[in-house]
Every structure is written in C-alpha cells, then in structure tokens.
C-alpha cells in the first residue's frame, strides 16, 4: 500500500465529515515482499508480470475454478484453516 490507514482516515477526514463506526475500505493490500510473499490478488499479480516482462501470464479466473487460501504461523500451524471458494 502506499498510504497507511491512518493517511487514508486523515484524508476521509479531511473531504468529509466520518462518525464513530464509520468504515474505510482499502482494496487488496499489497505485500512490498511480493517477489517472496505472493500477491493479493489475479489483476496485481498480472500488473507484475506485465512490467517484469512485458505481458501477463497469468490468466484470469474462469467458471469452476477455484480460490484457496490459508495463513500458516512461522511454527506451520494455520491460523485459521483454510477457506475454499469455487466459481
């Protein structure tokens, strides 16, 4: 992200008037790591590739395709389990 959500609060702030309970969206929140981490989402990760090499590779999802995801501790257990999604 190139904003913290403080900024993007303070700017909310600043154009218009926010109560309590107020939400701020942000989209995906990118990882400055992605090259280890992975990246947050199919249209970042094309974004990657098409100024790595000059095209995407990767394609969009298409129907009956699936989304796993799952957040795994240093230690190897999961956070959470997993959470599956097909299209």
């Given at each position: 992200?190139?904003?913290?959500?403080?900024?993007l609060v303070a700017h909310a702030a600043a154009t218009r008037g926010l109560c309590a309970g107020t939400l701020v969206g942000s989209g995906t929140?990118?990882?400055?790591?992605?090259?280890?981490?992975?990246?947050t989402c199919i249209a970042e990760r094309r974004g990657i590739e098409t100024v790595d090499?000059?095209?995407?590779?990767?394609?969009y999802m298409r129907f009956g395709d699936s989304v796993r995801m799952e957040v795994v501790l240093p230690d190897g257990q999961s956070l959470f389990g997993s959470?599956?999604?097909?299209?």
């Open positions: 992200m190139s904003f913290s959500f403080g900024e929140v990118s990882n400055s790591n992605y090259r280890v981490c992975g990246s090499t000059g095209a995407a590779k990767t394609s959470i599956e999604q097909r299209g």
